[in-house]
T-cell receptor
């Protein structure tokens, strides 16, 4: 069984400030971890993924995330927020098998204030 | 290279009618997943299909819902005798399944039951 917890359903930052979105997972097998972004009335766009190898992964739009096995975490960060980053962000986990379903967190709505 | 296509984008049905949602995966992808997003909630897995086979339908409601992915043509999610609680956004995702684990999402179909 696997699950994802995203701490904070709403996060608000100022433009230019650090973005930190928290994600903790539970998985009985080595996890594969993903962050997706969803803009209003659109589908999900893959930001980044962790499968194996380097634990710090870089994604699109300046986002990165670090896999910390000891903390069962995969927090998403961006050094400087931009207005266009305002969206909903979903953390997801799947199992180490091709064709495995994604289990999503409840999402974090990011607001960027001018 | 076209992404995942879903149609219709918006669908309105009266209670008791049937809803058919279509999904064409990305070119070269043979794995299709359906997810449902209820208002103010995250995405929940429904079903995973490969061509002509249902691999995992553990997230599908037991009644009224069915899915197929024929040898030719798009994947279809069918909801019979819709009820108001079926109102949601339904997302399709695809993956290549060739040792690659990320799923690419379509824009979704927003079903409204009146």
């Amino acid at each position: 069984a696997q699950s994802v917890t995203q701490l904070g359903s709403h996060v608000s930052v100022s433009e230019g400030a650090l973005v930190l979105l928290r994600c903790n997972y539970s998985s009985s097998v080595p996890p594969y971890l993903f962050w997706y972004v969803q803009y209003p009335n659109q589908g999900l766009q893959l930001l980044l993924k962790y499968t194996t190898g380097a634990t710090l992964v870089k994604g699109i739009n300046g986002f990165e995330a670090e896999f910390k096995k000891s903390e069962t975490s995969f927090h998403l960060t961006k050094p400087s927020a931009h207005m266009s980053d305002a969206a909903e962000y979903f953390c997801a986990v799947s199992q180490e098998t091709s064709g495995s379903r994604l289990t999503f967190g409840e999402g974090t709505q990011l607001t960027v204030n001018p | 290279n076209a992404g995942v296509m879903q149609n219709p984008r918006h669908l309105v049905r009266r209670r008791g009618q049937e809803a058919r949602l279509r999904c064409s995966p990305m070119k070269g992808h043979s794995h299709v997943y359906w997810y449902r997003q209820l208002p103010e909630e995250g995405l929940k897995f429904m079903v995973y299909l490969q061509k002509e086979n249902i691999i995992d339908e553990s997230g599908m409601p037991k009644e009224r819902f069915s899915a197929e992915f024929p040898k030719e043509g798009p994947s279809i999610l069918r909801i019979q005798q819709v009820v108001r609680g079926d109102s949601a956004a339904y997302f399709c995702a695809s993956s290549s399944g060739q040792g690659r684990y990320e799923q690419y999402f379509g824009p979704g179909t927003r079903l409204t039951v009146t």
